[in-house]
């Protein structure tokens, strides 16, 4: 079962701040975020656990909420070089099965 | 070095012909996996092989048969193809299929059938 991300498309100011959300149906062994700009590879971001973790990266976070099979990633302050497209990844058992949602596009103009 | 390299970046080709994606890591990775992404960015797993044991093999038609001679290399096969076969097709690995390891991207192949 595929994640939902909300919003689809995010379209900010240099140093304003976004939050993208993903959401699953199935009960959750992690959450995998990963960014890709146009015509590149993704690339990873961060895995958060189950157990409520909080992890940072530079100006980028997540919280991963196991019970509501919730994650959200925050991008604070955000840079030219946050565009691109966020996805996130879920892992409903260790078969190593990855299930990405539809993705979120940000776009951070000057 | 790059990590993980797919060959080629581009292929296009006609309805009915037959094609290959090469992939290798050279991360020493365990696994290794092929993942499409559609037109509308959305990317899906196809396979995935553990030092060379094939493990997930999505609902991918027949057509689509992966080889891992070793466990540093995944290839992609493709019979027949269709225009519906138009898309990005990444390869990727990681250590190991633990719910904590992340994975690394070969740069995509851009795959357009005509």
């Known amino acids: 079962q595929q994640p939902v991300q909300s919003p689809q498309a995010v379209i900010l100011r240099e140093g304003e701040d976004a939050v993208i959300n993903c959401s699953s149906s199935?009960?959750?062994?992690?959450v995998h975020w990963y960014r890709q700009k146009h015509g590149e590879a993704p690339i990873f971001l961060m895995i958060?656990?189950?157990?409520?973790e909080q992890k940072g990266h530079d100006k980028i976070s997540a919280s991963f909420n196991e019970k509501k099979q919730q994650s959200s990633l925050y991008l604070t302050a955000s840079q030219l070089s946050y565009s691109g497209t966020y996805f996130c990844?879920?892992?409903?058992?260790?078969?190593?099965?990855?299930?990405f949602g539809q993705g979120t596009t940000l776009q951070v103009k000057p | 070095d790059t990590a993980v390299s797919q060959t080629p970046k581009y292929l296009v080709t006609q309805m009915g012909n037959d094609k290959s994606i090469k992939c290798e890591q050279n991360l020493g990775h365990d696994t290794m996996y092929w993942y499409k992404q559609d037109s509308k960015k959305f990317l899906k797993i196809m396979f995935s092989?553990?030092?060379?044991?094939?493990?997930i093999n999505e609902t991918v038609p027949n057509r689509f048969s992966p080889k891992s001679p070793d466990k540093a290399h995944l290839n992609l096969h493709i019979n027949s193809l269709e225009l519906g076969d138009s898309a990005v097709y990444f390869c990727?690995?990681?250590?190991?299929?633990?719910?904590?390891?992340?994975?690394?991207f070969g740069s995509g192949t851009q795959l357009s059938v005509l």
């Open positions: 092989y553990n030092n060379k044991e094939l493990i």
């Open positions: 958060l656990l189950k157990g409520g």
């Open positions: 990844g879920t892992l409903s058992s260790n078969t190593g099965k990855l299930i």
């Open positions: 199935k009960a959750l062994y992690s």
């Open positions: 990727a690995s990681s250590q190991e299929t633990k719910p904590y390891e992340k994975l690394f």
